[in-house]
Structures are given as C-alpha cells and as structure tokens.
C-alpha cells in the first residue's frame, strides 16, 4: 500500500471517515457463545483506507451480516483474517471525479491539463473511471485518460486498482463473496476512540501483521513437482519483457508442467510484463492433449499427450500468520527426462 495524502479529493478526510450512529442503522447482535480468545483476535486488526492511510482498530461488532445469493450469512467477527470491500466511493469523490472526466475534453488547455493533474492525484480512486474514460467518444479524453491509466498503474499496487463488485469475507477455512449489510463498522482505536468507519472510505480490514503466503521462488517450469498431483503451491514469479523470448508455453488455461511458468502466467493475465505477484498453481495429472492460443502479448503453442499439467488458482492468494504448516514444502530433486521434450 502506498501512503499518500490526497488534500485536493479528500478535504478533512476523518469527517468523511466517521461516522455517526443513527436509529436505522442495522445492529449486530452479541453471539452468546462468543470464544474467550474473541477480544484478542478483533484487537489485532488493520483498517487500510481508500486515501491511503491504515488505522490499528478492534472491531466492536460481533458478527458481520453478508448477504449472498443463497442467503444472508452472519460471520463471527472471531472468525474473520480479511475483509476485501467492493468499490463504495464516497459522493463527494464520485462528483470530483466525473467533472474532472469531462474536463479532460474541454477547449481550453488549461482546463485539460487542471483536470489531468487532479486525476493524477487522485491515483487509485480514479482508476475505475479512468478505464471507463478510455471508452469515450471524446478522442481527447480517450488519449488523457489512458495516459493517467498507465501512470496510475506504474504507481500503484495491483490490489489497489483491483475492480471489486462484492465483498469479500475470508476466514481459516472459507472465503464468501457479498455485499455486507452495513453502512459502517463500529470500532475502536487509539486516535478514534469508539466511532465508527464507513465502508465507503474502506478498502480492506484484515489482521495486524499478517503476512503473505511464503510463496517459492519462480522455478522456471513445474516438471520437479510432477509427482505431487492435486496439491496447490503458491509461487512469485515476474512478467517478462513485451516480447521476451525467454520460455515456451503450451496450452491455455491448463498448461504443460515444462511451459516457463512466468510466460504461463501473463499468458492467463494474471501479471503484466515487469510486475512481481504471487500466483497459485495447482499440479494436475498427464493430460491427452493441450490447445495453443495468443492472450495478453503471449503466444501459446499446441501439444499432444503430456505427463503433466497445471492450472493457475483463481483468487488471490491466502494469508497466514507465521504457521509454517500453511508453506509448501519444496519437492525433493527429481531428473528430468529429456524424452518429454523430443519434437519441440
């Protein structure tokens, strides 16, 4: 996450950030049976902003309403390691942004580059209707909008710029997507006190030093781990160069075990050319024939009859807490057999 201050688009940003709370307001209800380790894990969380700025909070609610296509579910706050929230922008910001749009087309040039400038400022909060921008009549705006996409993106992290229609709501054993049924979030803090956050101002709330999957260093391709069929390893590989020549693919979507695991994955579009990222893989059984396609700037070929396989796991990668149980073990060395690769 990058720290930023956005004076222009988020004048007194804690006004915009608290909240009141008023009569219509759902109210969560305390569980019961809530566990005695329930104070410890609501203490430790992080409150990731949308202007940047991180709040260490308890979050006073005791179960999160979520409503989904099967229903509503109330998720024990004791369960949850992350919350993922769906685009909510303040009106005040969603006002800014489409006069600021619509200046990118104005007359005067000055206007233009004011409004080029702001937009700039405003980096991830932009972002959606800056792609949107880029699909206007308006060659203009079409030529500045794209030019601030490709800035914002060399600037910004891939979850900040990350579209999401729902919430997402993770927990040890299960992720749900929905749209939580609350306006805000009661909490408390030390620069807060008890108050409450909008979940407009939200971007994600998740466990104070939590860190990443310890994913393995990008192995080149995945013929060593052949043998561990129907397992999942997380890797952190980086896009190569537009037009590297570096590696082979073959197949779409699911992808021989000797493809160059970074190509496979612009291929699917999960990096971009320079970007490092985390990806998941799932090692799958010999496979009879594999299709080739061009996707994101990557040329894949066709095969026939492989040992091996694997497809990139969808959803981002999960979130341990130092439990070394959670990291892959590293596969014990195995000799490539050079047949595989006759004929290619």
Excluded at 176 to 202: D, N, Y
């Amino acid at each position: 996450m990058h720290s930023r201050t956005i004076a222009l688009t988020i004048p007194a940003a804690l006004s915009l950030l608290i909240c009141h709370v008023s009569a219509d307001e759902p109210v969560s209800v305390e569980s019961p049976t809530a566990r005695a380790t329930d104070f410890n894990i609501r203490d430790r969380l992080e409150a990731h902003c949308i202007d940047g700025s991180v709040l260490k909070v308890r979050l006073l609610d005791a179960k999160i309403p979520l409503k989904t296509d099967y229903g509503i579910f109330e998720i024990n706050s004791a369960d949850i390691r992350r919350i993922e929230f769906a685009n909510r922008l303040p009106d005040e910001i969603s006002r800014q942004l489409k006069s600021a749009i619509a200046k990118l087309g104005d007359d005067d040039f000055h206007v233009r580059e004011a409004a080029t400038a702001q937009l700039l400022s405003m980096q991830s909060l932009a972002y959606a209707a800056l792609v949107a921008a880029t699909q206007s009549e308006d060659l203009e705006v079409v030529h500045r909008a794209e030019q601030l996409v490709s800035l914002i993106r060399q600037s910004t992290s891939e979850d900040d710029l990350e579209l999401q229609e729902f919430d997402v709501i993770y927990t040890d054993k299960s992720q749900i997507a929905g749209t939580i049924q609350l306006q805000s979030l009661k909490v408390e803090s030390v620069p807060l006190g008890r108050e409450q956050l909008k979940l407009e101002m939200l971007r994600r709330l998740q466990l104070g030093g939590e860190i990443e999957v310890n994913a393995l260093p990008d192995p080149g391709n995945l013929f060593a781990y052949r043998n561990q069929i129907g397992k999942t390893l997380y890797f952190r590989v980086t896009g190569p160069p537009a037009g590297s020549r570096n590696g082979f693919v073959w197949g779409t979507d699911m992808y021989t075990l000797d493809s160059s695991l970074a190509m496979a994955a612009t291929h699917a579009g999960l990096v971009r050319p320079g970007q490092t990222k985390v990806v998941g893989v799932t090692i799958l059984g010999p496979q009879n024939s594999f299709s080739g396609s061009s996707r994101n700037g990557v040329g894949s070929a066709d095969f026939g009859q492989f040992p091996g396989a694997f497809r990139f796991k969808s959803g981002r990668p999960p979130t341990f807490t130092n439990r070394a149980a959670a990291v892959p073990a590293q596969p014990q060395p195995v000799q490539v057999m050079p047949q595989f690769n006759l004929g290619r």
